[in-house]
């Protein structure tokens, strides 16, 4: 199922979800030099925390990716689609 969305207010919405449920999720976005790219992470992974200052801003997020097997930054206002549960959230900007 696939979603079209305006308002990127439901970002937050499916943050906060995630934060919680821990459940695997896709987000394609494009990166600060202008590359596209995709990754299949999710969040509160702890496991391989190494400790030391965070350098992401507060309203980044940081999900761990499954493929690259390490923590990434993504910014919410670059963020294209994410799938979630089954469903294609896109964000028209």
Known sequence: ????LKNRDMLYVLSSLGRKSGK????????VN???RQIVGRFGVTKHLKGGVRTA???DWVV????DKGY?????????SIK????EYVFNQ
């Open 1 to 4: 199922m696939k979603v079209e």
């Open 24 to 31: 695997i999720f896709s987000v394609k976005f494009t990166k």
């Open 34 to 36: 202008g590359e596209e």
């Open 57 to 59: 801003l507060p309203q």
């Open 64 to 67: 761990y990716s499954i493929q």
């Open 72 to 80: 990434r930054t993504v910014k919410p206002d670059a963020i294209k």
């Open 84 to 87: 979630y549960s089954g469903v």
